[in-house]
Structures are given as C-alpha cells and as structure tokens.
T-cell receptor, first 112, second 112 residues
Framework: GENVEQHPSTLSVQEGDSAVIKCTYSDSASNYFPWYKQELGKRPQLIID?????GEKKDQRIAVTLNKTAKHFSLHITETQPEDSAVYFCAAPEDSSYKLIFGSGTRLLVRP | DTGVSQDPRHKITKRGQNVTFRCDPI?????LYWYRQTLGQGPEFLTY????????KSRLLSDRFSAERPKGSFSTLEIQRTEQGDSAMYLC??????????FGSGTQLSVL
C-alpha cells in the first residue's frame, strides 16, 4: 500500500518569510497529490492539489511542486502571515483507489 | 449548509458502552469516507462507501467497529464496547467520483 512521509514535523518562520514542507510517497502509480490545512479544532480543508501530468501549480501565495521520478512533492508558502499558522497535511491515493493516505502533518507557526 | 455535517461534535462515554456517530455528506457526493485522527497525527483511513456499498475496510478496524450507509446518503459509524484507545477525532469526508475529499468537522470521542 501507499506510504506517505512528511517533514518537518514542526516549522517556525518569521512573518513574511517563505515556508516549505516536503512529502515523499511510495506508490509510483499515484497521480493525485493534495494538501490540506487544519486549524486548531477545525476540519481539514483542501488548499491546493496537483495531478501527475504537471510539475507545478500556483494559487496566489501557495504553490505545489511534484517530482514524479523522485516520488516527492512539496508545498511552498510565500510571504507568510500569522493566519497561515496551522497544521498542514499532504496525501496521496493508495493503489488505483480514491482512498487518500495522509502524512503525519507539519505544524507551521508564523511569528509576527 | 452545503458542507459535510457530523453529529455529535463531542461524545464522552464510559469504557464498555456503545456509541454511534452520524455523517451527512454533501448531497450529490457518491463516495463517503470515515477517518480517525489522534492528536499530532494525520487522518487514518477506516472505511469508505460508494453509494450504499462498503468497498473497503482498514485492517485497523476491529470487529467492534461497524459502518453503514443504508440509502447511499447519510452514514453511521458504531463502536461497540468502547475502549480507552478508541478516544480520537472521527472524521467523515465525501467526494464526487474523484479523490478530492471534503471533510466534516468531526466527532471528538473521549472514552473514560
């Protein structure tokens, strides 16, 4: 089955700096890679996703890059703001199903 | 409300009691998933339905756990003879024929 590893587990940055979170996956057949943001006590919310036919996708201050050869993908947040503070999860589908396997999460703290 | 809703938000029970949670997915979504999340970890897959058919159950799901989706709309997750190790956030998610999952706010279970 799919195995998703995420790092770092915690990340502290100064407001305005960039943050990068990385994930690796094991199933070479995986073709969809989402990122979820979870604020304290709230539901995980999809913030950006990418399919394997592209290498990068941007949405305002966030971007995701994918390296299929190396089987890793990354979340990039530029010009971080205190409201970006949350736990971020990457995920990848297992086998050819639509079931997502999640990483263990990265707690991002943006210091004002 | 057009999102995924879960009830109750919180449940406190004594060890050995049975509990049941409900999930109402986004109305047109045909897939429904149950995940479990413990503190500091990513969501862990439990089971999922396509319409009313339960297509997969995690090996982590003991016989004390059962889920139903009788009419292909709402779903219930029952835990019999609860144990302290069952304490977690139980998340429901739904999707429309792809991997893009939309989560509910979860049911926080505490087993005393």
């Amino acid at each position: 089955g799919e195995n998703v590893e995420q790092h770092p587990s915690t990340l502290s940055v100064q407001e305005g700096d960039s943050a990068v979170i990385k994930c690796t996956y094991s199933d070479s057949a995986s073709n969809y890679f989402p990122w979820y943001k979870q604020e304290l006590g709230k539901r995980p919310q999809l913030i950006i996703d990418i399919r394997s036919n592209v290498g990068e996708k941007k949405d305002q201050r966030i971007a995701v890059t994918l390296n299929k050869t190396a089987k890793h993908f990354s979340l990039h947040i530029t010009e971080t703001q205190p409201e970006d503070s949350a736990v971020y999860f990457c995920a990848a589908p297992e086998d050819s199903s639509y079931k997502l396997i999640f990483g263990s999460g990265t707690r991002l703290l943006v210091r004002p | 409300d057009t999102g995924v809703s879960q009830d109750p938000r919180h449940k406190i029970t004594k060890r050995g009691q049975n509990v049941t949670f409900r999930c109402d997915p986004i109305s047109e979504h045909n897939r429904l998933y149950w995940y479990r999340q413990t503190l500091g970890q990513g969501p862990e897959f439990l089971t999922y339905f396509q319409n009313e058919a339960q297509l997969e159950k995690s090996r982590l799901l003991s016989d004390r756990f059962s889920a139903e989706r009788p009419k292909g709309s709402f779903s219930t997750l029952e835990i019999q003879r609860t144990e302290q190790g069952d304490s977690a956030m139980y998340l429901c998610a739904s999707s429309l024929r792809n991997e893009k999952l939309f989560f509910g706010s979860g049911t926080q279970l505490s087993v005393l």
